[in-house]
């Protein structure tokens, strides 16, 4: 059987040693296959870049601003491989530390390139031992627990998601309208919407810590206004963006789903 050319698209930003240890992680895969590493470096000043390459000499690095942040960052990963045409695009998050089995289970899931499915992997925190990524079911915003089998999804996670060529013809890359979140989400349910399945493995593939709402425009401790500036950031739901993801995503009632999280704040939610 022919080896498989696969691409890993990941970006990062100024945080070195946590991109090695995924990076480390991707080249003791249990089988033999022809990964290639598309990485977006946005502006990284923590010698991201060099480290990359003293592991990973082949790579192509690509050099961003700072100012492109997850998806937009991985749109220029994406759109780097894709001229070389590769069978599979193996989407990666540079927290994300792979179990050396992830892509082994991942293809034996999505066994030809040119298959009309797309193959995610669940995600567990390594301290607390729950999931925190990987499939989602619309109704309910619920996430799908990887509790030994395979489960339909209706939105994902790309910590660590397999998109075969197929797939990618027929929907190309994530959504341009997105800067940093939601690009996958969009993704997940755009492809349910064409048919395209999207499925959850079995078992957990990889671990990561869980991100906190510390910090962020859903923690309560901050005032009304900074909680405002929060949500309209990059990293929060900024109108615009959040606009496009709720129309495209939410049906009859994305009005008002799209105001829900502005009238949260308001409401000390």
């Not at 749109?75 to 894709?82: D, F, H, N, P, T």
């Not at 739901?237 to 789903?257: D, H, I």
Request: charged share 25%; glycine share 8%.
């Amino acid at each position: 059987m022919p080896v498989a050319t696969i691409a890993v698209l990941m970006t990062c930003h100024n945080r070195r040693e946590c991109t090695v240890r995924c990076l480390h992680s991707l080249k003791r895969q249990s089988i033999d296959q022809g990964l290639r590493l598309f990485l977006t470096d946005d502006g990284s000043t923590d010698g991201t870049r060099d480290a990359v390459l003293d592991l990973w000499p082949e790579a192509v690095v690509l050099n961003g601003d700072g100012n492109l942040y997850w998806n937009q960052g991985m749109r220029k990963a994406w759109q780097a491989a894709a001229e070389s045409d590769p069978d599979y695009f193996w989407l990666v998050n540079d927290d994300t530390i792979m179990e050396a089995f992830a892509l082994e289970q991942l293809l034996s899931m999505i066994p030809s390139p040119e298959a009309r499915l797309i193959a995610v992997g669940a995600v567990i925190d390594p301290t607390s031992g729950r999931q925190v990524y990987g499939g989602w079911r619309k109704r309910g915003r619920q996430k799908i627990l990887a509790q030994g089998r395979v489960e339909d999804c209706d939105a994902m996670n790309a910590n660590c998601a397999l998109v075969p060529r197929a797939v990618f013809r027929e929907m190309g890359m994530f959504h341009s309208a997105y800067t940093h979140a939601m690009g996958d989400f969009d993704y997940g349910m755009e492809a349910r919407r064409r048919g395209i399945r999207v499925i959850q493995m079995a078992r957990p593939v990889a671990f990561c810590l869980g991100n906190s709402d510390k910090g962020t425009w859903r923690d309560r401790s901050l005032g009304l206004k900074e909680r405002f500036r929060r949500i309209i950031s990059p990293k929060g739901l900024p109108p615009r963006e959040w606009l496009v993801y709720t129309w495209r995503n939410e049906g009859w009632f994305w009005p008002l789903r799209f105001l829900s999280p502005y009238i949260r704040i308001l409401l000390g939610g």
